[in-house]
C-alpha cells in the first residue's frame, strides 16, 4: 500500500530568544529549544492517525512542517512522495489543512466570500472557484448560512467553514490541529463523528490529527501515535488503546487483620499491585477477571474484607499512556 506520509529522522530546533544579560555576556552564542528530535512515522493510505501528546510535545510543530508553514532543522518528510522542503508547491495540491483558529478568516466577510478568497489563494479561479466553494459548502452542510458574516456564526459554524476551506483543493491527505478544542462535549461529538464518517471514510481519505483529547484520539482514529518531548515513542492501533480503556480495572482490596495472605503481584492476571501507605491492609490492583483473582485469593488462605471497583478517568488513562510510551 502506497504511503501518504514518511517521517525520517525529521527534527527541529527553535532559536531561544535572549535577555539582555544573556546578550551582554554572551553575545555569539546561540541556544536553541528542541521541538522534535529524530521523528520517524510512516502512515498509509487511507489510514487515520491520531497524534496524540501532551501540550507542548511537538504536535503542532509537526503538523506545520508537513504543511509546509515550517522548515525541519534536518531529516526529510514525504507527503504523498512530495518533499515538503524541496516540493512545496506539490505538498501543499496535496493537503488540506484544519486550525482551530477563528482569526484566520475575515470576519467581516460572508463564509462564502471567505472560501472564495482562499480558493483565489490556491488558484482555483472562474467557474471552478465557484463549483468548489458550493461543493464544499454541501459537504459541510453550510449551504443555508454561507451568506451570514463570519462574525455571526457559532464556534460550531466557524470549524465547519475552517473544514470546508481544507478541502478546497479536494486533497487525498487532511491535517488537524485539534479541530474540537473550543466546542462543547455535544459539538465535538457530532463534529468528530461528521469529521470521520463524511470527510475521511466516505472518500478513503487519509488524515492526521493532533490532539491531547484521549476521547477525540478514540473516536476519531485508526491508529495512535504517542508523542512526548518531541519523539515518537510508540504508534500502536487504536483497538490496543480501547482494550486498555475497556478491559482492566482497577480495585481496592482491603484484607482482614489475620489474612495469611496479601501478596497479589504474584497472582496470574495481575497487571499491577501497590499497596496503599496511608492504608496497610489495602492494595490497589489492575487485573482483566476478579472472580478469578478472588478465587485465587481464597485458595491461598487470604482473607478479605472488601472489594471495591476503581474506575479510571480519561485523564487518569492517558496520563498512563504517556508514562508506558
Not at 488537524?176 to 459539538?187: A, G, K, M, Q
Not at 488524515?207 to 515518537?232: M, P, Q, R, S, Y
Not at 492476571?269 to 489495602?282: L, Q, W
Request: charged share 25%.
Amino acid at each position: 500500500m502506497k504511503n501518504s506520509i514518511e517521517l525520517i529522522n525529521l527534527t527541529k530546533y527553535y532559536p531561544v530568544l535572549k535577555g539582555y544579560k544573556d546578550l551582554f555576556l554572551h553575545p555569539f552564542k546561540k541556544r536553541y529549544l528542541p521541538a522534535l528530535q529524530d521523528v520517524n512515522l510512516i502512515i498509509e493510505q487511507g489510514s487515520f492517525y491520531g497524534l496524540l501528546g501532551p501540550n507542548g510535545a511537538g504536535k503542532t510543530t509537526l503538523i506545520k512542517i508537513l504543511s509546509t508553514l515550517v522548515l525541519p532543522t534536518s531529516g526529510r518528510a514525504y507527503v504523498n512522495g512530495f518533499d515538503v522542503v524541496h516540493q512545496q508547491k506539490q505538498v501543499r495540491g496535496s493537503i488540506g489543512l484544519v486550525v482551530n483558529d477563528e482569526r484566520s478568516f475575515y470576519w467581516r466577510l460572508t463564509g462564502r466570500q471567505n472560501l472564495s478568497f482562499f480558493a483565489y489563494l490556491n488558484n482555483i479561479t472562474g467557474a471552478e472557484k465557484d463549483r468548489r466553494v458550493r461543493e464544499v459548502l454541501h459537504i459541510t452542510g453550510m449551504e443555508k448560512d454561507a451568506d451570514r458574516m463570519f462574525c455571526d456564526y457559532s464556534t460550531g459554524m466557524k470549524q465547519r467553514i475552517a473544514i470546508a476551506r481544507g478541502l478546497l483543493c479536494n486533497p487525498s491527505i487532511i491535517l488537524l490541529d485539534e479541530p474540537t478544542r473550543s466546542l462543547d462535549p455535544v459539538s465535538s461529538k457530532h463534529l468528530r463523528k461528521f469529521i470521520k464518517d463524511e470527510i475521511i471514510f466516505k472518500h478513503n481519505r487519509t488524515a492526521l490529527v493532533a490532539t491531547n483529547n484521549l476521547c477525540e484520539a478514540e473516536d476519531f482514529c485508526t491508529h495512535v501515535a504517542i508523542i512526548k518531548n518531541g519523539t515518537i515513542t510508540s504508534c500502536l492501533p487504536i483497538e490496543n488503546v480501547k482494550r486498555r480503556l475497556n478491559t482492566a480495572h482497577a480495585y481496592r482490596i482491603t484484607f482482614a487483620h489475620n489474612s495469611q495472605f496479601t501478596d497479589l503481584s504474584s497472582l496470574p492476571g495481575v497487571i499491577k499491585a501497590n499497596k496503599i501507605p496511608d492504608k496497610p491492609d489495602s492494595v490497589y490492583v489492575e487485573t482483566e477477571d476478579i472472580s478469578r483473582l478472588i478465587a485465587d485469593i481464597v485458595r491461598h488462605n487470604g482473607a478479605i474484607t472488601e472489594c471495591v471497583l476503581k474506575t479510571e478517568s480519561l485523564d487518569e488513562v492517558f496520563v498512563k499512556i504517556l508514562d508506558e510510551a
